[in-house]
Each structure stands twice: as structure tokens, then as C-alpha cells.
């Protein structure tokens, strides 16, 4: 059974920084595309980066502030978040895709992805 579990969420100030991690059991994912989305209250899960294998891809709001990253070896994806903002708080989820698309840009929508995580909560104070 695959599972993805985030850790790392947390009550930060703004200007702060957290880093979620993400593990996956039940299959490799080292030359899968995976991603972290989130999603505020009332509204929609948003792409926020992705990897696939050596690419790396944000939205523009976080571009410079946040680093995504994995361990093939442990089977981890990590964000790195910096320079948080209040506008940053969301419910983080890691997602997996077992889909190979031509293009990487299908890696930006959330129904490209076939495994999630349960979410891990991070709020930013002003």
C-alpha cells in the first residue's frame, strides 16, 4: 500500500522558516515527478513546486523563498520555506505521480498526481 506522510508544519512569524518533509512507502518514486499543493480555507489546492528527477519547478509567489528537494535513497521530498509570509498559510500536501508526460508542465495540476498525503498545517503570523 503506498502511503506519503508529510512532517514539518508549524506556527512560524512571518519572516521565518520551516521545512516539511515527505515520505513514501510502498514504491520507489526516484524517477517519478512529485510535488507539494496547498490549500487555504475556502479555497482551491494550488501547485506551489515540483521535481522531476533533476528539474525543479515553483509558482511564481514562492520562487526565491521556498527549495524543493528529495532523497531517492529514503524516499523523501522535502520544502524548504523561507521568508514566510502570512499569506504562506495553507494545509501543505505531498503528491506523487506515476505518469511520465512529455511535457513538465502537466506536474503543475493537481489531478496529474495519483498519491497524496494527509496534509500538514502551516501558519504564518504577522
Known amino acids: 500500500q503506498v502511503q506519503l506522510v508529510e512532517s514539518g508544519g508549524g506556527l512560524v512569524q512571518a519572516g521565518g522558516s520551516l521545512r516539511l518533509s515527505c515520505t513514501a512507502s510502498?514504491?520507489?518514486?526516484?524517477?517519478?515527478?512529485m510535488g507539494w499543493f496547498r490549500q487555504a480555507p475556502g479555497k482551491e489546492r494550488d501547485f506551489v513546486a515540483a521535481?522531476?528527477?533533476?528539474?525543479?519547478y515553483y509558482t511564481d509567489s514562492v520562487k526565491g523563498r521556498f527549495t524543493i528537494s528529495r532523497d531517492n535513497a529514503k524516499n523523501m521530498v522535502y520544502l524548504q520555506m523561507n521568508s514566510l509570509k502570512p499569506e504562506d498559510t495553507a494545509a501543505y500536501y505531498c503528491?506523487?505521480?506515476?505518469?511520465?508526460?512529455?511535457?513538465?508542465?502537466?506536474?503543475?495540476?493537481?489531478?496529474?498526481?495519483?498519491?497524496w498525503g494527509q496534509g500538514t498545517q502551516v501558519t504564518v503570523s504577522s
Open positions: 521535481v522531476r528527477r533533476s528539474s525543479t
Open positions: 503528491a506523487a505521480s506515476t505518469i511520465f508526460y512529455v511535457s513538465d508542465s502537466n506536474y503543475f495540476t493537481a489531478d496529474r498526481y495519483d498519491y
Open positions: 510502498g514504491r520507489t518514486f526516484s524517477t517519478h515527478a
